[in-house]
């Protein structure tokens, strides 16, 4: 069975770092472009970054750049996302995603599979 899995979600405070994970299962992750999105309380759902099957290509929300970081270990089965300067603005439900696709995008549309998201909470 097809599984993504998030992890590494929690409270921290303004300012500070988390590091979330995407690990897959049931499948191997290489030739799959990975998103990563994020939901909060009445908001639509937004692109946060993605990255190609390669590795290769990176693309972030204007939102979020220079401050996350997006990567991937396909040894792993795995890619990651490192967020720093967190502000309360960035507390959402983040989701990983998957595509069977080369290059990427931050559509929602256009992926396949779904984890089931990690609270990630910036408050004082």
């Known amino acids: 069975q097809l599984q993504l899995v998030e992890s590494g979600g929690g409270l921290v405070q303004p300012g500070g770092s988390l590091r979330l994970s995407c690990a897959a299962s049931?499948?191997?992750?290489?030739?799959?472009?990975i998103g990563w999105f994020r939901q909060a309380p009445g908001k639509e759902r937004e692109g946060v970054s993605c990255?190609?099957?390669?590795?290769?290509?990176?693309n972030y929300a204007d939102s979020v750049k220079g401050r996350f970081t997006i990567s991937r270990d396909n040894a792993k089965n795995t890619v990651y996302l490192q967020m720093n300067s967190l502000k309360p603005e960035d507390t959402a439900v983040y989701y990983c995603?998957?595509?069977?696709?080369?290059?990427?995008?931050?559509?929602?549309?256009?992926?396949?599979?779904w984890g089931q998201g990690t609270q990630v909470t910036v408050s004082s």
């Open positions: 049931g499948f191997t992750l290489d030739y799959y472009a």
């Open positions: 995603a998957a595509e069977m696709a080369s290059f990427c995008g931050l559509g929602f549309f256009q992926y396949d599979y």
């Open positions: 990255i190609s099957s390669s590795g290769g290509s990176t």
